[in-house]
T-cell receptor
Framework: GAVVSQHPSWVICKSGTSVKIECRSL??????MFWYRQFPKQSLMLMAT?????????EQGVEKDKFLINHASLTLSTLTVTSAHPEDSSFYIC???????????????FGAGTRLSVL | AQKVTQAQTEISVVEKEDVTLDCVYE???????LFWYKQPPSGELVFLIR????DEQNEISGRYSWNFQKSTSSFNFTITASQVVDSAVYFC???????????WGLGTSLAVNP
């Protein structure tokens, strides 16, 4: 159980194009999903917290117009990198946390990540 | 302030050695959760364990064991008889109070050599 699918796993795009990354919880409902960015040999940097049916909460320094997040259902959140530039090249990882309940354990389960290369 | 410190940046051991990864945390909250995740070269983060602040029992899962000590604010992770497949970056993380976010350590890169 607790499987999170992230797609695509790898994408190369030209500068100026937009890229959409999908994050799906396959066997549980996730009221909250998180989007992270990770640079080589560094820790995870939280970009935003995505809540189903409401606007995402962005961390300080993250451009909301640059990184569009949509959490339209309890199993799907998307991150769109708009007008991508080479400096946006990175490893993007999503995680999903099970709908909070008495039985939920506040555990984030992670997707496999998306390696974005902007030329 | 909440903080997680993993002082060991890189560790290299030979297969079958035991290795302990250190994690020290800071929080003023009395209710909090501690986590360990493994990130192999493929990149996916794998959940290993969650411990809440009211449960100081140590835990063993196969070759993995965790030592939670509130007195020293530490949550250390030991791999017994390490294997090459254990080579990965290991992250310790903290979730405290009403904060829904995980506070991450910088990770410890473990290399297990044959």
């Amino acid at each position: 159980g607790a499987v999170v699918s992230q797609h695509p796993s790898w994408v190369i795009c030209k500068s100026g194009t937009s890229v959409k990354i999908e994050c799906r919880s396959l066997d549980f409902q996730a009221t909250t999903m998180f989007w992270y960015r990770q640079f080589p040999k560094q820790s995870l940097m939280l970009m935003a917290t995505s809540n189903e049916g409401s606007k995402a909460t962005y961390e300080q320094g993250v451009e909301k117009d640059k990184f569009l997040i949509n959490h339209a259902s309890l199993t799907l959140s998307t991150l769109t990198v708009t007008s991508a530039h080479p400096e946006d090249s990175s490893f993007y990882i999503c995680s999903a946390r099970e709908q909070l309940s008495r039985l939920a354990k506040n555990i984030q389960y992670f997707g496999a990540g998306t390696r974005l290369s902007v030329l | 302030a909440q903080k997680v410190t993993q002082a060991q940046t890189e560790i290299s051991v030979v297969e079958k050695e035991d290795v302990t990864l250190d994690c020290v945390y800071e929080t003023r909250d009395t209710t909090y959760y501690l986590f360990w995740y493994k990130q192999p070269p493929s990149g996916e983060l794998v959940f290993l364990i969650r411990r809440n602040s009211f449960d100081e029992q140590n835990e063993i899962s196969g070759r993995y064991s965790w030592n939670f000590q509130k007195s020293t604010s530490s949550f250390n992770f030991t791999i017994t008889a390490s294997q090459v497949v254990d080579s990965a970056v290991y992250f310790c993380a903290l979730n405290a109070g009403n904060n829904r976010k995980l506070i991450w350590g910088l990770g410890t890169s473990l290399a297990v050599n044959p």
